[in-house]
């Protein structure tokens, strides 16, 4: 089992700045990738940003450069910086931690940015 705790959402302007963290515990240590993902309203929950096993990092083309991932192995935890963010971004957030027991899934941070 793998408990995931979120934090850092909350409410921006536009054009602000906002860093979620993810803390990881329990069977976190056959950890096969990492990511995020978004919720918004009537939509279907899409991925925003994942670190793979090897160290690979892919982004959805929607945040390309705007957002960050990085994940502190000391800390067992999993960060997603966000600038520049604009009003299509609002949406509930989401951390994953695939494992070989399976993927876990944070219990979600609002993100709200206004226009």
């Known amino acids: 089992q793998v408990q995931l705790v979120e934090s850092g959402g909350g409410l921006v302007q536009a054009g602000g700045s906002l860093r979620l963290s993810c803390a990881a515990s329990g069977s976190i240590f056959s950890t096969n990738g990492v990511s995020w993902y978004r919720q918004a309203p009537g939509k279907q929950r899409e991925l925003v940003a994942k670190?793979?096993?090897?160290?690979?990092?892919n982004y959805a083309d929607s945040v390309l450069g705007r957002f960050t991932i990085s994940r502190d192995n000391v800390k067992n935890t999993l960060y997603l910086q966000m600038n520049s963010l604009k009003p299509e971004d609002t949406a509930v957030y989401y951390c994953?931690?695939?494992?070989?027991?399976?993927?876990?899934w944070g219990q979600g941070t609002q993100v709200t940015v206004s226009s």
């Open positions: 994953r931690w695939d494992t070989n027991g399976g993927s876990y």
């Open positions: 670190i793979f096993t090897g160290g690979t990092i």
